[in-house]
């Protein structure tokens, strides 16, 4: 694809490519062109909207998050022959994953409304992959799918096979009697979401890239939504019996982590998290409302925390709550992974190391 921009009398253009989703645009552009005329002309050419567009230059990001556009490209460093990199989602792509994610919620909500009747039996699909599976007695995953227009899809795919053949994962399974039809990646586009069971195992979806897509989100991090997922294998609402069932799944996989000598414990906030990482990655945790059958993210940015501020806030925590008990006033009684607090650095890959994972 070829995209001319006009230039003005007596300033010669200069060629580049940029490349998306493999597939190469050759522009002549002005050297005195700002980058939000540019990202305003891949809009209408791609169809990705300027606030989810990233332009990188030899790993320097020209559009996109903490850029400034109104620079020109003369301003950048752009020059002749320069290949550059578009990450970003259409439109319609979008929106096609909202109108998804809103069908979940609607089937969801009248799923609720059924139970509500008096007299009503709980709601259960008739031929969903979950009632499949108590029948064949099989458990673990059919197929694993990586998202094929972004960068990294051989890490992409080891992340999402990392999680296939999980020891703990298997296990955890194959005690629930429970197999997913698809495990797939999820879009980026979607910085609030961070993953969605359909229809009981149907198709988990989970997002492995960190928000501004230089990396991959930590693998502790992604398997405790994979169990989160999980958990809506059995009950669709964010109600005490799945939050009970979700505390269970991550006991379980600690368990099965204790016994095969795998993984350590941290004492955190008074509790023991399992952590099952590999030399060089740091702990992740995320944490944040849960709706519509989604992990979700919200509030604001998080600090990051070292390993020893981690244990400094847990004896303080843990002391608190022995000040509590002692005068008799309440602590926190949510239930399992709600009681979390910290928030930890992600593993990161390339720019953009120190970004939180959590969205405003």
């Known amino acids: 694809m070829e995209l001319n921009i006009d230039h003005e009398d007596g300033e010669a253009p200069i060629s580049v490519t940029i490349s998306y989703a493999g597939n190469p645009m050759k522009l002549d552009l002005r050297p005195s062109l700002r980058l939000a005329s540019l990202a305003e002309r891949i809009e209408q050419e791609t169809h990705i909207p300027i606030d989810g567009q990233k332009l990188l230059l030899?790993?320097?990001?020209?559009?996109?998050?903490?850029?400034?556009?109104n620079k020109t490209l003369a301003d950048v460093g752009v020059r002749e022959g320069d290949k550059m990199m578009l990450i970003g989602t259409p439109a319609p792509a979008i929106a096609s994953l909202?109108?998804?994610?809103?069908?979940?919620?609607?089937?969801?909500?009248?799923?609720?409304?059924?139970?509500?009747?008096?007299?009503?039996?709980?709601?259960?699909?008739?031929?969903?992959?979950a009632t499949i599976t108590s029948l064949t007695s099989t458990s673990g995953f059919g197929t694993l799918e990586v998202l094929p227009q972004f960068p990294n899809r051989d890490e992409a795919r080891e992340v999402v096979e990392r999680l296939s053949n999980d020891g703990a994962v298997k296990a955890v399974m194959e005690r629930h009697g429970w197999r997913v039809g698809r495990l797939i990646e999820l879009s980026p586009a979607e910085r609030t979401i961070l993953g969605y069971n359909q229809n009981r195992g149907h198709v988990i979806a989970l997002r492995l890239r960190t928000s501004d897509l230089s990396g991959f989100r930590h693998y502790p991090t992604i398997r405790r939504v994979l169990l989160h997922e999980l958990s809506h294998m059995v009950h669709d609402e964010h109600d005490v019996q799945f939050h009970t069932l979700n505390s269970k799944?991550?006991?379980?996989?600690?368990?099965?982590?204790?016994?095969?000598?795998?993984?350590?414990?941290?004492?955190?906030?008074?509790?023991?998290?399992?952590e099952d990482y590999r030399e060089g990655e740091e702990e992740g945790v995320d944490g944040g409302g849960l709706q519509g059958g989604a992990f979700v993210l919200g509030g604001t940015a998080a600090p990051v925390l070292t390993r020893e501020e981690l244990r400094n806030r847990a004896a303080q925590s843990a002391t608190a709550r022995a000040t509590a008990a002692n005068t008799g006033?309440?602590?926190?009684?949510?239930?399992?992974?709600?009681?979390?607090?910290?928030?930890?650095?992600?593993?990161?890959?390339g720019p953009g190391a120190g970004e939180s994972a959590r969205e405003g």
């Open 98 to 129: 909202h109108a998804h994610e809103s069908r979940i919620a609607r089937t969801l909500a009248a799923r609720s409304a059924l139970s509500l009747r008096p007299g009503a039996r709980p709601f259960r699909p008739n031929s969903t992959p």
């Open 249 to 274: 799944l991550n006991k379980e996989v600690a368990e099965w982590e204790r016994k095969e000598g795998k993984g350590r414990t941290l004492e955190a906030l008074g509790g023991k998290v399992w």
């Open 58 to 69: 030899k790993g320097k990001v020209l559009v996109g998050k903490g850029a400034d556009v």
């Open 329 to 349: 006033t309440g602590g926190d009684s949510r239930v399992g992974d709600e009681k979390e607090a910290s928030h930890a650095q992600e593993k990161q890959t």
